[in-house]
């Protein structure tokens, strides 16, 4: 564990020392500030025309109405903007000709790719709870309830942390960064067609691609529902991206 934040901590120095960590967390910030000031107008404009039509406040989501739009739109911009987080973990190795340096040194394999995982996850971690500013602005004016919202940011956090998990993959198969990134959304999008194929499929295609789409687990959640099965879905999605960066260091090594 000792060598696994060596690693990550070396990681970290490099996102804070450059500029990728602070433009990406600006603009996820500028983009989701747009997205929840124009949904937080609608859901306001959607309850003034209720009380006028007589339909009972005490009736009213603003989970429902506010943060499950917003969360979802949050997806949206998480596509782009963590293949671009994590497209330099390994590529960036190679182009530097220091990979194999690394991969010789007395660190074990398993801690390297964890070290910067575990960097990846934590620059996340932070942007995300940025966004916590955008909830305390709606308890301060509403009365939201708190537990769909931790059960949706809990949803976030996995899909963010299985995105990363194939970005890290990505990074792994090239010394290009931008190759990494366009693998690495390539990936994402793709499994993001899976759940618009999921819905409109036959029965039996149904079940089984809407199972295998992020997005349908993520809407659980983000519903204020825990389910052991989506949480043992993301893990397993985590454990595969970084089994897989594994074996192409591994193939590498006995090619």
Known sequence: MKNTWTIAKRELKAYLYSPIAYILTAFFLLVGGFF??????????????????????????????????????????LMFLLPM???????????????ELLLTSPLRLSSII????????????????????????VFLYGNP?????????????LLGAVFIAIGLF?????????IAAVVSF??????????????SGPGAWRGILTYLS?????????GGVIDTQDIVY???????????????FEFRKWR
């Not at 987080?85 to 990979?99: G, I, N, P, S, V």
């Not at 934590?122 to 500013?133: D, E, H, N, R």
């Open 114 to 137: 964890l070290g910067k995982y575990l960097a990846a996850l934590i620059i996340y971690t932070g942007i995300l709870l940025l966004t916590v500013t955008y909830a305390i602005f």
């Open 186 to 199: 390539s990936s994402i999008l793709l499994i993001w067609v899976v759940s618009w194929v999921g819905e």
């Open 85 to 99: 987080l994590t497209m330099r973990l390994f590529a960036d190795e190679k182009k530097m000709r220091t990979e």
């Open 214 to 222: 992020f997005f349908s687990h993520f809407k659980n959640m983000v």
């Open 170 to 178: 990505a990074s792994s198969l090239t010394e290009n960064q931008v």
């Open 36 to 77: 929840f000031y124009n949904i937080l107008a609608w859901a306001n404009e959607q309850t003034m025309r209720m009380m006028q039509s007589g339909y009972p406040l005490d009736r009213l989501n603003i989970n429902q109405m506010l943060f499950e739009p917003f969360f979802n739109n949050l997806t949206i911009i």
């Open 145 to 157: 309830e708190p537990a769909p919202l931790l059960t949706a940011y809990l949803g976030l956090f």
């Open 234 to 248: 993301y893990l397993s999605f985590i454990f595969l991206g970084l089994y897989l960066t594994r074996s192409v």
